[in-house]
């Protein structure tokens, strides 16, 4: 017969199952902050692109004429629901300089320079969705060009 045990083994034993089940837990809350980090940011991603895409409809749009901001509803996934209410901020004339000499092929337009202005334009769209808590700002420049007349009208 084998001299008294003193249990060493099971104490080391236990020791060891102890030190595993911590190292997966921490595992196991590090994979699942990752995971929504991850998210989160997805969630900023569209965001940004839904404010760049509204910025988008904006320009294409008879933009100067804006009197007042407005609300953009955007799909960003195509499945037919709305995903994300943009805002965008009435565009704001921010500058202007007398456009360069015209072209070669437009001299029969006659002295377009004169009555000719390059408009900087910036536009502000805002998302804030308040299901995921994501919020976004995009600002875009534009440069728009313009007789002398809307010039006068819209930057003054």
């Known amino acids: 017969m084998p001299a008294k045990q003193r249990g060493a083994t099971l104490v080391v034993g236990l020791i060891m199952l102890l030190l595993l089940t911590l190292m997966v837990g921490s595992a196991f809350t590090l994979s699942t902050t990752n995971l929504k980090a991850v998210g989160n940011m997805q969630v900023r991603e569209e965001a940004i692109a839904a404010a760049n895409a509204a910025i988008e409809l904006v320009i294409s749009s008879a933009f100067i004429d804006a009197t007042k901001d407005e609300s953009i509803e955007i799909d960003i996934n195509n499945n037919g629901i709305t995903d994300y209410t943009v805002n965008v901020a009435k565009p704001q004339c921010v500058g202007f300089t007398l456009a360069a000499s015209t072209a070669a092929s437009s001299v029969t337009l006659g002295t377009m320079s004169d009555s000719t202005w390059d408009t900087l334009w910036e536009i502000t769209a805002t998302v804030n969705d308040v299901s995921s ?15 002398n007349a809307q010039k006068t009208n819209l930057c003054s």
């Open 133 to 147: 808590g994501a919020s976004a700002t995009v600002r875009q420049g534009i440069r728009v060009r313009l007789g």
